[in-house]
């Protein structure tokens, strides 16, 4: 059987597109599978791997959506990990969608939310026959600050702690959940990543190709150890 890779995250997972002359099928707004990073990431790896698709927009990690229905992480993590057992690997990038204004949560009470999605992976059965968990979090690339004067400005917030200053503390408070919970850890913004203009949170093509070239190579390494 294939080594199966569940990449669990929110619209730059799903493959967003803000910027109608950034992918192929402006009228979708969403890259297709020639563009986005979960799909480029299948090619680098490879036949022995199936890469699972697992993005929904305005996902969380743990923090129920009082507009809509279905986007905390935490309810949708066992069935989606039942459904692809034996899991090989466990692929986490959220937290974007944590710093809207509405949730009104610090970058601390998010990471205890990646905690709690962590660990509850970590306890699910779906490992494989004496197999051990082994999960990957990602910390998201931080917002842009020009998202506070952008079309989507009010849907996440310009207020007080805003979504930009959120954001750029995620990678510390990620990197020491995943030191704590023995997971792996990766930080976007050290990728070479970088945003559209549109909207300033979502990825362009070419990190979409990025970020797939970056875990093509890391995840082989994850599963050898």
């Known amino acids: 059987m294939k080594k199966h890779i569940i990449c669990l995250g929110d619209s730059n997972t799903h493959g967003y597109c803000a910027d109608p002359a950034d992918c192929a099928n402006p009228a979708l707004a969403r890259f297709n599978e020639d563009e986005r990073w979960t799909r480029l990431l299948q090619k680098h790896l490879g036949e022995d791997y199936l890469v699972v698709e697992e993005g929904l927009s305005g996902r969380t990690t743990v923090f129920s959506d009082p507009l809509y229905e279905g986007l905390d992480a935490l ?29 009104g949560v610090n970058p ?17 059965d779906c490992w ?4 051990t968990p ?41 990197r020491r959940v995943a030191e704590e919970t023995g997971c792996h850890f990766l930080d976007a913004n050290e990728c070479g990543v970088t945003f559209n203009s549109v909207d300033f949170m979502h990825l362009t093509r070419q990190s979409h190709a990025r970020l797939a070239e970056v875990l093509g190579k890391l995840i082989p390494t994850l599963l050898a150890q």
């Not at 494989?128 to 197999?131: E, P």
């Not at 979090?137 to 931080?142: G, K, L, R, S």
């Open 75 to 103: 309810h949708y993590l066992w069935p989606c990990l039942k459904s692809h057992e034996p899991v090989s690997l466990l692929v986490i990038m959220l937290g974007t969608n944590d710093t809207k204004e509405r949730f």
């Open 108 to 124: 601390f009470a998010i990471s205890l939310g990646m905690r709690r999605l962590v660990q509850k992976a970590q306890t699910t």
């Open 128 to 131: 494989g026959l004496g197999g």
């Open 134 to 174: 082994k999960i990957l979090v990602i910390a998201p690339p931080a917002i842009g600050e020009g998202v506070l004067t952008s079309p989507v400005a009010d849907e996440m917030g310009t207020m007080g702690y805003s979504c930009v200053e959120k954001s750029r503390a995620l990678p510390a408070h990620f």
